[in-house]
């Protein structure tokens, strides 16, 4: 509200002296005497993004002065921002603000998060107890140990035997 007012009162003191400087000397018949030497525009009333400016340029010769309207840029939108996270079963909010004059611009829902899914059942696997070499019987570590060896022993005796068969045959 005080800024509207110091708005309103701002405008108001730059039309009264925009009034006192913008008095031209004319001649009797109306026309203009000088010719009008202008200087670069000053900007009286600065353009935000909701509000027109205004810019003024004075002859150096008599004092006349020229105004402008410089026209608003408008709002800047910024990035989107979370405001409230959603929840499961609850919405969340997010929001775009003007980057230049804070100003909302856009506010939107956020779709609540799904319920979690369960986890599915696993069927309970029975407890197998844990076995070492020390728990086996020594008779059935020994056959684990012996057996293999002896195969191999067997499987190369057998080999054995047939190349000297066929040593013999030719």
């Known amino acids: 509200m005080k800024q509207t007012l110091l708005r309103i009162y701002t405008a108001a003191i730059l039309l009264g002296l925009l009034a006192m400087c913008c008095i031209t000397v004319q ?44 026209t608003r ?30 100003e909302l611009l856009q506010s939107e829902a956020v779709a609540p998060l799904p319920e979690p899914e369960p986890a599915p059942e696993t069927p309970e696997v029975p407890e197998v107890p844990e076995q070492s070499w020390i728990d086996v019987p020594l008779p059935v570590a020994l056959l684990a140990f012996i057996l293999p060896n002896l195969i191999l022993v067997v499987v190369l005796i057998i080999r054995g035997i047939r190349n000297r068969i066929a040593k013999l045959k030719l």
């Open 27 to 70: 001649a009797s018949d109306g026309e203009s005497v000088c010719e009008h030497t202008f200087g670069e525009y000053e900007l009286t009333i600065t353009p935000d993004c909701t509000q027109k400016g205004e810019a003024v340029r004075t002859c150096s010769e008599c004092g006349y002065c020229e105004a402008i309207v410089v």
């Open 73 to 102: 840029p408008g709002h800047v939108p910024g990035d989107w921002v979370l405001d409230v996270a959603p929840q499961i079963g609850t919405a969340g909010s997010m929001s775009k603000s003007c980057t230049v004059c804070g």
